[in-house]
């Protein structure tokens, strides 16, 4: 199976603020890599694929980078809304793995 | 408006077992690949199983290969997860997925339901 291991595990930051949030995959995955955000008591909800492409609606604060095995997630002019967990996935093949999560607090 | 709620979850005696639906509007599950991903309380997400557009085709995570079953039901635009020999580890709130990009191999997600909790307990 493909580990997929996020860092920081939790974050706090100040309204905004630029933040970054790695995730790296245990072998190569090309750039078959997603981000979610979960808000606390939410679905996930779907921001990135294909490592740096985001999906409808999702706002240009939001950006993706990486392949191979290191990836990036930053999200710029931080909000309070923008508390939530970040999980990355991969879907390079299955099992589908995610990273352990990111806990991104506001200050 | 894509939409996809879960529903049938809640509190079952280990063993037992439990069928989970996922109603699926403003688009049809048959010809779309749809997946099941859970989530135990406090922890991260964990996929479970996928089914092929077709409808032919299922992967399971070895958590669940042999225990849980995917099925689709096209009249009712329907797709179920049939969950047996449940045990506490099993307890989660479970989410069905549309998958929405795909390496050729598996892929990741567009919309999400809201989920709906399993509760495996004495």
């Known amino acids: 199976d493909i580990q997929m291991t996020q860092s920081p595990s939790s974050l706090s930051a100040s309204v905004g603020d630029r933040v970054t949030i790695t995730c790296r995959a245990s072998?190569?995955?090309?750039?078959?890599l997603a981000w979610f955000q979960q808000k606390p008591g939410k679905a996930p909800k779907s921001l990135i694929f294909?490592?740096?492409s985001l999906h409808g609606g999702v706002p240009s604060k939001f950006s993706g980078s990486g392949s191979g095995t290191d990836f990036t997630l930053t999200i710029t002019s931080l909000q309070p809304e923008d508390l939530a967990t970040y999980y990355c996935q991969q879907y390079d093949s299955y099992p589908i793995t995610f990273g352990q999560g990111t806990r991104l607090e506001i200050k | 408006q894509v939409q996809v709620v879960e529903s049938g979850g809640g509190v079952v005696q280990p063993g037992r077992s439990l069928r989970l639906s996922c109603a699926a509007s403003g688009f049809t599950l048959n010809g779309r690949v749809m997946h099941w991903v859970r989530q135990a309380p406090g922890k991260g997400l964990e996929w479970v199983a996928v089914m092929s557009s077709d409808g032919t085709s299922k992967t399971y995570a070895d958590s669940v290969k042999g225990r849980f079953t995917m099925s689709r039901d096209d009249s009712k635009n329907t797709l179920y997860l049939e969950m047996n020999s449940l045990s506490p580890g099993d307890t989660a709130i479970y989410y069905c997925?549309?998958?929405?990009?795909?390496?050729?191999?598996?892929?990741?997600?567009?919309?999400w339901g809201q989920g709906t909790l399993v509760t495996v307990s004495s």
């Open positions: 072998q190569g995955i090309s750039n078959y």
């Open positions: 294909a490592a740096s």
């Open positions: 997925a549309r998958e929405s990009h795909s390496s050729g191999r598996c892929g990741t997600f567009d919309y």
